[in-house]
């Protein structure tokens, strides 16, 4: 069963305005942390943000916040104020466990959103 | 401070080859991962090291081979590529505490294989 899903295979958002990239998870793991990465076309994974399973409020980094909704095992990327800098592919992934442990957990990824911002 | 490096940045090999991607970081991280990216699917992973002399198998481990030795090299090699091996991969390390603790990736090696 897919763990990682990501419904929309490409994207595109006229440059000021905000867009969201869909992610969708499944687990039966209480603990668990979900990130968000950007792939530019140079190729480089850059983490973007992140969000524990139980962290009460999203998770917000700059021009990015996590839209988290628990109930429907969702984990949205909201990007504020396009930039022409943010055409990337975007990849959301989930470790299960080791919120609060050291232990290795793997990494899942979802297939990916090409964003692609317009002037 | 370099981060993680990964050298080639680019291999073609011709099926039965063997070659070993280089992967070294230098921020001290216990974890060590190696994924591989194939269009449409996202990373997947390979194998994994938790320290010096210990590694585990990923998600899709066959047809490669995985040490460490040291706390900052992971090499990964190929025995004998074969052209379902021909991907993007990428190394990266993480460290041992609880929380965020993303995961720092190398820039990638390209490789094909013929």
């Known amino acids: 069963a897919q763990k990682i899903t990501q419904t929309q295979p490409g994207m595109f958002v006229q440059e000021k305005e905000a867009v969201t990239l869909d992610c969708t998870y499944d687990?039966?793991?209480?603990?668990?942390?979900l990130f968000w990465y950007k792939q530019p076309s140079s190729g480089e994974m850059i983490f973007l943000i992140y969000?524990?399973?139980?962290?009460?409020q999203n998770a917000t980094e700059g021009r990015y916040s996590l839209n988290f909704q628990k109930a429907r095992k969702s984990a949205n990327l909201v990007i504020s104020a396009s930039q022409l800098g943010d055409s990337a592919m975007y990849f959301c992934?989930?470790?299960?466990?080791?919120?609060?442990?050291?232990?290795?957990?793997?990494?899942?990824f979802g297939a990916g959103t090409r964003l692609a911002v317009h002037p | 401070n370099a981060g993680v490096t990964q050298t080639p940045k680019f291999q073609v090999l011709k099926t039965g080859q063997s070659m070993t991607l280089q992967c070294a970081q230098d921020?001290?991280?216990?974890?060590m991962s190696w994924y591989r990216q194939d269009p449409g699917m996202g990373l997947r992973l390979i194998h994994y090291?938790?320290?010096?002399?210990?590694?585990d198998q990923g998600e899709v481990p066959n047809g490669y081979n995985v040490s460490r030795s040291t706390t900052e090299d992971f090499p990964l090699r190929l025995l004998s590529a074969a052209p379902s091996q021909t991907s993007v991969y990428f190394c990266?390390?993480?460290?041992?505490?609880?929380?965020?603790?993303?995961?720092?990736f190398g820039p990638g090696t390209r490789l094909t294989v013929l």
């Open positions: 090291s938790v320290g010096a002399g210990i590694t």
């Open positions: 990266a390390s993480s460290r041992r505490l609880a929380g965020v603790n993303e995961q720092f």
């Open positions: 687990t039966s793991d209480p603990s668990y942390g």
């Open positions: 969000q524990g399973s139980y962290d009460q």
């Open positions: 992934a989930m470790r299960e466990g080791r919120v609060f442990s050291g232990g290795y957990n793997k990494l899942i």
């Open positions: 921020m001290n991280h216990e974890y």
